[in-house]
């Protein structure tokens, strides 16, 4: 996979876990350890996205 390809499947990733994390808050019973871990992998996305785009731009 390209690095752009990579990237731009990281980012669906991101806004898919933003989406789930959305849902999961609307839940009556929201389950905030399930709201963490996914906050938590969205955050990795990110960092990854932003290391990415630092080693783009040095190319």
């Not at 991101?14 to 849902?23: G, S």
């Not at 996914?38 to 990854?48: G, H, T, V, W, Y």
């Amino acid at each position: 996979m390209s690095l752009q390809g990579h990237i731009v499947e990281l980012q669906r990733r991101h806004e898919a876990l933003q989406r789930e994390i959305e849902k999961e808050q609307h839940q009556p019973n929201a389950d905030e350890v399930k709201i963490l871990e996914l906050k938590r992998k969205k955050l990795q996305i990110k960092d990854e996205l932003a290391k990415l785009a630092v080693s783009e731009t040095r190319h």
